[in-house]
């Protein structure tokens, strides 16, 4: 979404690298740049002026640190000043303390907010609560429908007591605010903790569905009123959200298709504008592509600083611990690692969800966006499927894989023979990585740590001198061998005695030390 922001804004910075301070002159032209950055992403002409002008002051100001070059110090102003504007801190929904907590999605038809509202069911589920949807746009084509199949998929039950229009032409049945308290009021029957409330929306800000939307808030008094907005809507974001601000009075935005091409200005203005903090991301088509704003992480995507956070989580919600654990203890055992650990291992990735988007949120990904764009997410399945094809000595012992096992594994995952000796060249590499790390040595290429084995930690290593190998005649090798006694021997009776501080205890004189009177009678003499 931030692709082309993110790219003229890392082009900004790299032009102030290698300068020992900053001049009047280059934060102005610094500005400039981010300016028509800002601007080119649809970000509002009101939102830019404000946001470039608290960064020119800051820039010029006395906010200089010693530790940071002019390079570090401006991304470190622009990076505050955006988790600033896109609300500052992460914001979650408030629960009520008696009853259900009630939830109520607005916004223009076609900002996804049916798909949205069993995306955050499924989200609330995952939390421990006990979620129920109700179907209150009655004007939409099929739209009670869409929400009965997305709550299915969500695992969460739907309340429509009416079915809707099901075309154009069709005046729909139904009251819509009789039906939002109707489900308010079964949720709480049913001792569900919260309810979401779907609402109508419109092509356009018309003055009927406003009222619509204002009336059902006043019937139902929600906790939270979610204003759901195309992310890809541009400049007439501000105008939208403004207009639904002061119809229904939003808590908080949400912010969906994320995951478009568009330049995301809308998720810098609306929350500027409205003073509204952005509480969901809505970042793709799946029910599981939904994940909580966080303003300070999404700064740091944009500046392409990563999102090593979200990652982390993501991580923790998908890794299955057992299977962490079995691995852990196969690799503290030094077990050889196998073709079916390497397959668990994938099938843990694929469970985090797509490739593109976690690599993504990795640090300086943006220098590698068109190898990321080209990467095909469904590499991961044809290594599956070369996996899967063999039999499971073939996956335990790989070396006995010859031309003819690798010709049938070809024809069974239904790819070329070179894929199958490509992955086993990659696998034998990642299986000799593994066994490296097993036995301490660390990585290839790199340094073991003392007395853990590796090229650093080894007796035999480069700078320990190699042992004289014996000789191969057993009557020379006893020789040497007695040799070798004798001058251990000679050694060990030449040491001086008491001789750990390089002095023996017989040489030692205590008048030589500057000790108190009558000290002398401890030390036995």
């Known amino acids: 979404m931030f692709n082309s922001l993110s790219d003229r804004l890392t082009a900004t910075f790299k032009n102030l690298r290698g300068k020992g301070r900053l001049t009047e002159a280059d934060v102005d032209a610094t500005v400039r740049e981010i300016r028509r950055a800002l601007l080119d992403a649809d970000v509002a002409v009101s939102v830019v002026r404000e946001f470039t002008g608290r960064i020119r002051e800051r820039a010029l100001g006395a906010e200089v640190s010693g530790a940071l070059n002019p390079s570090q110090q401006i991304v470190k102003i622009v990076n505050e000043e955006l988790k600033e504007i896109l609300g500052g801190e992460t914001r979650r929904i408030r629960l009520a303390k008696n009853g259900p907590t009630i939830i109520m999605l ?9 798909t949205l509202a069993g995306k955050l069911s499924k989200w609330l589920k995952a939390q421990g609560h006990s979620p129920m949807l109700v ?3 009655l004007q939409r084509p099929n739209a009670v429908t869409q ?3 997305v709550g299915q998929r969500a695992g969460v039950p739907v309340f429509a007591p009416h079915p809707g229009a099901t075309s154009e032409l069709e005046h729909p049945a139904g009251d819509p605010v009789a039906v939002a308290k109707a489900g308010v009021e079964e949720a709480r029957q049913k001792l569900h903790d919260v309810v979401i409330v779907d609402t109508a929306g419109r092509l356009g800000v018309d003055a009927e569905m406003m009222d619509q ?38 808590t908080g935005i949400v912010l969906s298709k994320l995951d478009g091409d568009a330049r995301g200005g809308a998720a810098l203005s609306v929350a500027s504008v409205t003073g509204k903090p952005v509480m969901f991301a809505s970042t793709g088509e799946g029910l599981d592509d939904f994940e909580l704003f966080h303003p300070d992480r999404m700064a740091s995507r944009i500046l392409d600083m990563g999102d090593v956070l979200t990652l982390i989580e993501q991580a923790e919600k998908a890794w299955d611990k057992d299977e962490a654990a079995r691995m852990a203890k196969k690799f503290a055992d030094q077990e050889d690692f196998t073709l079916d650990d390497f397959l668990a291992q994938m099938q843990q990735i694929r469970n985090m969800g797509s490739m593109k988007k976690m690599l993504m949120m990795m640090p300086g990904a943006q220098n590698i966006r068109q190898q990321l764009e080209n990467f ?4 991961i399945d044809r290594v599956e499927a070369i996996v899967r ?30 894929e199958v000796n490509g992955l086993l060249e990659r696998f034998a590499q990642a299986q000799k990585m593994m066994k490296k790390l097993a036995q301490g040595g660390g990585m290839p290429g790199m340094p073991g740590m003392p007395g853990l084995g590796g090229p650093g930690g080894r007796k035999n290593g480069k700078n320990t001198p190699k042992k004289k190998a014996r000789s191969g005649n057993p009557a020379k090798a006893a020789q040497e061998l007695r040799d070798a006694e004798a001058k251990r021997a000679n050694a060990a009776s030449a040491a001086p005695t008491g001789a750990a501080f390089g002095q023996g205890a017989a040489d030692f004189d205590p008048s030589s030390l500057n000790l108190p009177k009558g000290f002398d009678k401890f030390l036995g003499k």
């Open 135 to 137: 179907a209150c746009d």
């Open 106 to 114: 607005a916004g223009l038809q076609g900002a996804g907010k049916t």
């Open 376 to 379: 095909d997410e469904k590499e």
């Open 147 to 149: 929400l009965q199949v």
């Open 389 to 418: 094809s063999m039999t499971p000595h073939e996956r335990v012992a790989p070396k006995i894989i010859n031309g003819s096992r690798r010709a049938r594994i070809a024809k069974g995952s239904g790819v070329h023979v070179s």
């Open 213 to 250: 939307a204002r009336r059902i808030r006043q019937a139902i008094i929600p906790n939270e009123v979610l204003f759901v907005i195309d992310s890809m809507i541009g400049q007439d974001a501000v105008n939208t959200a403004m207009a639904f601000d002061e119809g229904v009075n939003f």
